[in-house]
C-alpha cells in the first residue's frame, strides 16, 4: 500500500501573537510545529502500513524550514518526504495550495491513499484536502474518524455527521481527512529520529512538478484576504460565589431564573 501524507508546517499557536497595527500573525521568533491534526493523518498511515505493510510518502508545501516537519514524520515512521518549495509558491490560497500538492501527488505517481489532517491550526479552512481530491478527480471522505476495512481496491469509512456517524465506501485510490478519534499519535523513536537526522529531503519546484505559472502563489490564488481582525467579545459575564449550602441554592435559583427569563428552558 503506498499512502501519500501531505502535512503543514504551522506556528506554536499557544504562542501566537497578532501585530496590534497591520493585524497578521507575528511569524518571526515564533516556533514552529508539524500541524497538531495531521500527526493523526501520520499516525492513521503509520497503523496501515504495520498492517498492510507498504510505503508512506509526507510531503509539505512551505519554506526550507518545512523539511524540519518532515522529518518528524520520518522520525514517526514515515518512508520518505519532499518538499516543495520555490518563491513562486508564496501567496498561495487554499486553490492554489490544492493545486501545487496535487500536482507534485501527479508526478510521485501510483498511490491508493492521500490522508490529510482535518485542517491546519493555523488557516483553519479544513479545504486543502478536499480541494486534492477535487484536482485529482477522486473520492473524498472528510471527517473520517474510522477505517472499517480496506482491501486492495476498495475502503470503508465511518465519518463524523452533525447526526452522529455515517458509513462509506469508496474505491482506491481515495482522499481522506481524518479527526483525532481516529488514533492516537505515537511518538517519535529514537529508531526513527537516527533515521530522519541522515535522510535527505529532495525539493521540488514549480517545474519539477509541471505547475502551471498562473495557478501557483499568489498569481493562481483568487481569495483575497480584505482584512484580518482579532474578535471581541462583546457580551459581559456575572460571576456568583457559592461558599456554602445556602449560597449554593440562592445561586442554582438565579440562574434558573435566568433561564426562564431567557426562555431558554
Ligand atoms: C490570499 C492568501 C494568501 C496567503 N498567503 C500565504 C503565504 O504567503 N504564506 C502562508 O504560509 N500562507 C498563506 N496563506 C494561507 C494559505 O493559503 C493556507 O495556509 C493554505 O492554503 C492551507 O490552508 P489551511 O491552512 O486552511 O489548511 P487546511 O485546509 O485547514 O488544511 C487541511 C489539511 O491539508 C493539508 N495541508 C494544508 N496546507 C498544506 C501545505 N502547505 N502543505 C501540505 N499539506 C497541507 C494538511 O494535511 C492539513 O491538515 C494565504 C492565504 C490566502 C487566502
Redo the contacts with the bound molecule.
Sequence with gaps: MRII??????PETSNVRMDPVTGTMVREGVESIV?P??LY?IETAIRLKERYRGEIIV?????EK?IEAIKEAVAMGCDDGIL?SDKRF?????????Y??AKAIEKIGLFDLI??????????????????ASFLDLPLSTFTSEIIKIDDKKILVKRLVEEGYEEIEMPLPAVL?VVKEISEPRLPTLRGKIKAKSIEIPIWNAEKINAEEDKI??KG?P???VKIFSTKVMREGKKIVVKDEATLHKALEEILNYLIEKEFI
Design positions: 501524507v501531505p502535512i503543514k508546517q504551522v500541524n491534526l495531521d493523518a510531503i509539505s508545501m512551505g519554506p518545512a516543495l508564496a501567496g498561495a490560497d487554499t486553490f492554489a495550495t490544492s501545487v500538492l490522508i490529510c489532517g482535518e485542517r491546519a491550526t493555523d488557516g483553519d479552512t479544513g479545504q486543502v484536502g478536499p480541494g486534492i481527512t502563489g499568489l490564488s481569495t483575497r484576504v
